[in-house]
T-cell receptor, first 115, second 116 residues
C-alpha cells in the first residue's frame, strides 16, 4: 500500500488561503488520491479526490503533480470551522472490484486556524 | 437520510470481557468498511463487506475479532477476550454501489472502546 507523508501540523489565519502538502511517492498508476478531514470527536469526512488532473469542488481544490508523487490540498479562504486533522490517503482497489477501495491513512496534518 | 450511525458511542470494559459494536450504514449502500483509530494516528482498515459477503480482512483483525453483516444491512464487530491494546476508536463507513472507479466513503461517528 502506498504510504503518504504530511507535515504534522500547520497554522493559518482566518480568511487566508491554506496549502496542505502531501507526498505519495510510491503511489501506483491506478490509485486515487483522496483527502479526508476529521473534526474533533467525529469520523472522517470526505473533502476531495483526484487521479491525474487538478480538481475543484465547493470545499477545496486539489493540485496533483505531473508525476503524481505529490499533491496539495488548497482551502481558498480558511474559516474557523476548517480547523481539523486533514488526511491525504491513497486507496488500493480491493480484489479488483471497481469502486471498492480501502483507504490508507497516514498520520495527517493538524490544521489550526487563528481568528 | 441520517448518515452512518454507530452504537454504542462509548464502551468501557474490563480486560477479558467480550464486546460487540453495531453499525447502521446509509440505506442502500451495499459497501461497508470497518476501521480502527488509535490516539494520534490515522484510521487503519480492518475489513470490507459487499452486501453480506466479507471480502477482505486486514492482518490487524486477529482471531479474537469477528465481523458480520447478516442481511447486507447493519453490521456488527465483536471483540472477544478484550486486551488493553484493543482500546481505540472503531469507525464504520459505507459507500454506494456506483458505476465509476471511485466511491466516497461516509463515516460514522465511531465507537470509542476503553479496556481497563
Amino acid at each position: 500500500d502506498a504510504k503518504t507523508t504530511q507535515p504534522n501540523s500547520m497554522e493559518s489565519n482566518e480568511e487566508e488561503p491554506v496549502h496542505l502538502p502531501c507526498n505519495h511517492s510510491t503511489i501506483s498508476g491506478t490509485d486515487y488520491i483522496h483527502w479526508y478531514r476529521q473534526l474533533p470527536s467525529q469520523g472522517p469526512e470526505y473533502v476531495i479526490h483526484g487521479l491525474t488532473s487538478n480538481v475543484n469542488n465547493r470545499m477545496a481544490s486539489l493540485a496533483i503533480a505531473e508525476d503524481r508523487k505529490s499533491s496539495t490540498l488548497i482551502l481558498h479562504r480558511a474559516t474557523l470551522r476548517d480547523a481539523a486533522v486533514y488526511y491525504c490517503t491513497t486507496n488500493p482497489t480491493l480484489l479488483g472490484i471497481q469502486g471498492a477501495q480501502k483507504l490508507v491513512f497516514g498520520q495527517g496534518t493538524r490544521l489550526t486556524i487563528n481568528p | 437520510d441520517t448518515g452512518v450511525s454507530q452504537d454504542p458511542r462509548h464502551k468501557i470494559t474490563k480486560r477479558g470481557q467480550n464486546v460487540t459494536f453495531r453499525c447502521d450504514p446509509i440505506s442502500e449502500h451495499n459497501r461497508l468498511y470497518w476501521y480502527r483509530q488509535t490516539l494520534g494516528q490515522g484510521p487503519e482498515f480492518l475489513t470490507y463487506f459487499q452486501n453480506e459477503a466479507q471480502l477482505e480482512k486486514s492482518r490487524l483483525l486477529s482471531d479474537r475479532f469477528s465481523a458480520e453483516r447478516p442481511k447486507g444491512s447493519f453490521s456488527t464487530l465483536e471483540i472477544q477476550r478484550t486486551e488493553q491494546g484493543d482500546s481505540a476508536m472503531y469507525l464504520c463507513a459505507s459507500s454506494p454501489r456506483g458505476t465509476g472507479g471511485y466511491n466516497e466513503q461516509f463515516f460514522g461517528p465511531g465507537t470509542r472502546l476503553t479496556v481497563l
